[in-house]
């Protein structure tokens, strides 16, 4: 597959590129923003990888233009911060997943992968499924008229079930791209983030949105069984 990797530490792109090289990808190198952003124009690419510090535009801008012009090019942001603020601002602006450094080439790759099995889709401004809805550009979530008040995680794990809506999304995906591969506290925190995504979002409206999959994870689903 096609790669763009953008990256304005010269031994860091060329580590990169080297090693998607390597795995037999094709990789074209951008060293800041608005070269990033004339690449992505020009060529298609299976998945962006994407520096959030960068010269000229950074990545947090880059990610947002191409949303703007419905560019839907998978893209994994890669941050030297490691908080919840700076992971759910990529989120916001569209990135689909967010790589913490130091990190390891191989997961890197992984997601990678894993992202460019999804392919390009369409991503609705606004995620909803019934009458709840979910607006990364405002950090808002809302149950009909009533406003939900959730915190920075509890906004992303929301987020990500719902971009997956009807699918199943495993404990491990949570953890990833929620807490990071390289979690190391308690796994049970994605169901304990989960319990409380439904006494705000479920219980108070006698709803049910967030199923438990037994042994598999969670789903939102679009349709009530």
């Known amino acids: 597959m096609r790669i763009l990797v953008v990256e304005d530490e010269p031994r860091l792109a060329a580590s990169l590129r080297a090693g998607l090289v390597a795995e037999g990808h094709a990789v074209d190198v951008a060293?800041?923003?608005a070269e990033a952003l004339w690449f992505a124009e020009e060529h298609d690419y299976a998945v962006i990888v994407l520096d959030v510090m960068l010269p000229v535009l950074d990545g947090l801008e880059v990610c947002r233009r191409l949303r703007a012009r419905r560019d839907w090019t998978p893209v994994v942001m890669l941050t030297a911060r490691d908080t919840?603020?700076?992971?759910?601002s990529g989120l916001d602006v569209g990135a689909d997943d967010y790589v913490t450094k130091p990190?390891?080439?191989?997961?890197?790759?992984a997601r990678l992968r894993s992202l460019a099995r999804r392919g390009?889709?369409?991503r609705p401004a606004v995620l909803a499924v019934g009458d709840l809805a979910l607006d990364p550009a405002t950090h808002e979530v809302?149950?009909?008229s009533a406003v939900v008040e959730v915190t920075?995680?509890?906004?992303?794990?929301?987020?990500?079930?719902?971009?997956?809506?009807d699918l199943v999304v495993s404990k491990e995906q949570l953890l990833g791209a929620v807490w990071g591969f390289d979690f190391d506290g308690d796994p049970n925190v994605v169901e304990v983030y989960v319990a409380r995504l439904r006494r705000k979002v479920d219980r108070p409206f006698?709803?049910?949105t967030i199923e438990t999959v037994r042994g598999s994870g969670y789903r939102v689903r679009t349709v009530a069984p």
């Open 103 to 109: 990190f390891s080439f191989d997961v890197l790759l």
């Open 142 to 144: 809302r149950r009909g």
């Open 152 to 165: 920075a995680r509890e906004f992303a794990v929301l987020e990500l079930l719902l971009r997956n809506r």
């Open 120 to 122: 390009v889709t369409e």
């Open 206 to 208: 006698g709803t049910a």
């Open 31 to 33: 060293g800041d923003g």
């Open 84 to 88: 919840d603020a700076d992971a759910v």
